[in-house]
């Protein structure tokens, strides 16, 4: 069993029941320096790319999960995978330099399409026999894959923006290849990076906040009346698919729900799909009292739910506050009920205004989480390239070393024949040791100047690396 | 020297300033880290309001019950008794109304002349001191009462016209304010008995039989009745809504200018809790 944790510097700790623990704790510099993000890649497709008849297709199920991930590891093009299966998309992030390991993935998801479609996949399946799909698949790979893994993990690239199940599914998703040791330093990495800034989108930006379906407004419109944790009384009038919607929206535990319908098998049936109690018509008024909450969506040429109907059960409530969304067309509920003191009237013209209100507003605040974004990818790429400056710096260190190193002997061997080194030994010796640090950037220098005008840049930059024309 | 009352309300001043613009914050853009910011400064702004009644009681520079005195108590009082609320309920959509109030309360000591006031023996005793405190608690408690009234009118108002309110748009849920209207009146209406039952004594044995004609007795009743009547209606006659909520906005209005009008109108011996000579 794997707990999470996230702790001051948001790195995720995983730590299973005996203490062990899974994945880096230390800070973001400990892991830049010991994972090369460029061999990070993604290979997938969402909503954006393919409709739900391919994305299901495509999906893996959770039980072969680590299955899958481990024999993606013990290929020879993979390092590493993590394996993100939503509704919304499905993306395979792994570690592999190679040319052939997109190939390898493409494979993979090749034939996962046969395997969907019952037919007998042969075993070098390859993307050509599925050319639509090699288009439709997405690749990202370095810097962008880690940028792409963290707008999905913010949410920024989900069908309803800002939906707050999509940040469970990228770590239960991490966790899953954790458990089942398919996640190396680099994914331990590029999750933790994705998952630390979906925790500051959540926390500097509002994108969760307001509904943005007509489910959710409705959901919005019952908190601001009765608290999210009051528990309420709900009526539905008529049986479908909108009221369906809107009630498992609004229903929580500990809610009650009375279902009424013209037809008493309909109630019935539908009470039975929402575990509520089947009224019919004729009980509507004696029930209405007792409601906090009334959703009608029925069709009818007339309204069912009169001023009259309203009053007489907003008196016997003493005026508690009762909230009616009339979702019909024709509408349901008499317009004028919402003059009544407690009664509070939506009709599916208003919801549809707050919600146009609602995403003006997570637009605004979706454009503020990718600037978070992008501050993150800029920083996390100056430490990258900090890096590999470092890397270089070392490496040109080693080299100047060696070929001292080279000359030293040489003049030991030049001492030991004469028993001394003179003036022009030793002019010798570091000539040729300039001569040798410097043969490479000189061959670079003249290669670069064979393109003329074009190296200008190069020859510039080689020329502030030297230090010259000051 | 430093003047230290000085010093701690405005510290105070300034904490409350910045934590209205935190609530506001709060209120207009939902960042979840403003309402902690929002938490933290108000906390503060408490901090250094009860240091400065606290200094101005041990230091002697305050006269307990003197108008503008009182005012900086009964603020303290209403800012104090809003920050245990939020631990219970969620009220920070209400912040940036109560922060100005509370300081407006902590100003008073500046915007009200100087008046010297004296006690007299009969008066300085425990029996006062009790007055006072039940007395400043339900006016505070009142006050907090008319607040909850206006946030229940304006949701009110929002949740009628099918809009998400701006800047109100994080006010608490209609029923948790009405549940919190209620439990206020039943609180003051305990409070402001008690006061009036301390005070009406206290008045008895210094004005004798002419008591019960004091423009501010009369004005204690008048509200003592009018807050009996709305726990009546709320607990008996199912008088809720908005109805309720403009009576009790009435009764905490009629109760904030009572206090602060009438030593300066009429000619009532109740100047804020002492006698001017």
Redesign the interface.
């Known amino acids: 069993m794997l707990h999470t944790e996230i702790d001051v510097n948001t790195a995720l700790v995983l730590t299973s029941e005996d203490g062990a623990e899974h994945g880096e704790q230390s800070d973001a510099k400990t892991f830049a320096s010991s994972v090369n993000i460029d061999t990070l890649n993604m290979v997938g497709l969402s909503f954006r790319h393919a409709p739900i008849e391919i994305r299901e297709r495509l999906a893996f199920d959770a039980q072969s999960l680590p299955q899958v991930l481990t024999s993606l590891v013990n290929t020879p093009h993979i390092g590493e995978a993590v394996l993100v299966n939503t509704c919304n998309r499905v993306e395979l992030y792994v570690q592999g330099k190679s040319s052939e390991t997109l190939q390898f993935i493409e494979s993979i998801f090749a034939r996962q399409w046969h395997a969907a479609n019952e037919s007998s996949a042969p075993a070098n399946t390859s993307k050509d026999e599925l050319p639509w799909l090699a288009e439709a698949l997405v690749k990202r790979q370095g810097i962008d894959a880690l940028k792409h893994l963290m707008t999905v993990a913010s949410s920024l690239d989900s069908q309803i923006v800002g939906e707050p199940q999509v940040l469970g599914q990228v770590k239960d998703a991490y966790l899953s290849a954790c458990a089942a040791g398919s996640a190396g330093a680099l994914m331990h990495y590029a999750f933790q990076q994705a998952l630390k800034v979906a925790k500051r989108v959540r926390t500097n930006t509002a994108i969760a906040e307001h509904a943005v379906t007509l489910g959710f407004a409705a959901k919005e419109l019952a908190d601001r009346i009765f608290g999210p944790t009051k528990k309420l009384h709900a009526i539905v009038l008529g049986t479908g698919d909108m009221a369906e919607s809107c009630v498992k929206h609004l229903l929580k535990k500990g809610h009650t729900l009375s279902v009424v319908s013209r037809s008493k098998t309909r109630a019935e049936a539908f009470s039975k799909v929402l575990d509520a109690e089947a009224l019919s018509l004729e009980h509507l008024a004696a029930a209405l009292p007792k409601a906090d909450l009334v959703i009608a969506s029925t069709t009818t040429a007339k309204p069912i739910l009169t001023e009259a109907h309203l009053k007489a059960a907003m008196k016997k409530r003493r005026h508690s506050p009762t909230l009616y969304i009339d979702l019909g067309v024709p509408r349901n509920i008499e317009p004028l009920s919402q003059a009544i003191e407690g009664a509070y009237l939506y009709n599916v013209d208003d919801l549809h205004g707050i919600v146009r209100q609602n995403t003006k507003h997570r637009e605004h605040e979706a454009d503020i989480a990718r600037q978070i974004i992008d501050e993150e990818i800029v920083s996390l790429s100056s430490k990258i390239e900090e890096q590999r400056a470092t890397k270089l710096i070392v490496e040109l260190k080693m080299r100047a070393e060696h070929l001292v190193s080279q000359e030293l002997k040489k003049a030991k061997i030049l001492l030991a024949q004469h028993g001394e080194l003179n003036e022009i030994a030793l002019h010798h010796m570091l000539l040729s040791l300039s001569n040798k640090l410097l043969h490479q950037p000189i061959i670079q220098m003249k290669n670069l100047a064979q393109k003329g005008p074009a190296a200008s840049q190069e020859l510039e930059l080689a020329a502030q690396l030297f230090g010259l024309n000051k | 020297m430093i003047d230290w009352m000085t010093v701690l309300s405005l510290s105070a001043l300034i904490a409350y300033a910045a934590a209205t613009l935190a609530f506001v914050w709060f209120a207009s853009?939902?960042?979840?880290?403003s309402k902690f910011v929002a938490y933290g400064l108000l906390f503060a702004a408490v901090t250094f309001h009860v240091a400065t009644v606290a200094f101005g009681l041990i230091f002697g520079t305050s006269t307990l019950g003197a108008l503008p005195d009182t005012a900086l108590s009964i603020s303290l009082l209403f800012a104090l008794i809003f920050s245990g609320l939020c631990w219970r309920f969620?009220l920070a959509g209400l912040g940036f109304i109560l922060a100005p109030l509370a300081a407006l309360g902590l100003t008073s000591q500046w915007m009200s002349p100087a008046h010297e006031f004296h006690t007299t023996p009969l008066v300085d005793t425990v029996w006062l001191g009790m007055h006072i405190a039940v007395a400043v608690l339900g006016d505070a408690l009142l006050l907090l009462l008319g607040l909850m009234a206006f946030a229940f009118l304006l949701?009110d108002r929002f949740?009628?016209q099918?809009k998400?309110g701006g800047l109100f748009a994080k006010?608490?849920?209609?029923?948790?304010l009405?549940r919190l209207a209620l439990l206020l009146l039943i609180t003051t209406f305990v409070f402001s008995t008690a006061g009036m039952l301390t005070g009406s004594v206290l008045a008895y044995q210094y004005w004798g039989q002419e008591w019960y004609t004091d423009p501010r007795q009369i004005l204690s009743i008048s509200l003592w009745f009018g807050i009996s009547l709305l726990l009546y209606g709320r607990l008996l006659a199912?008088f809720?809504?908005?109805?309720a909520a403009w009576c009790t906005l009435a009764v905490a209005c009629v109760s904030l200018c009572g206090l602060t009008l009438l030593p300066t109108i009429s000619s009532t011996k109740h100047q804020g809790g002492y006698v001017a000579h």
């Open positions: 853009l939902a960042r979840p880290l969620n949701q949740l009628r099918k998400m006010l608490p849920p209609l029923t948790e009405d199912g809720r809504g908005r109805r």
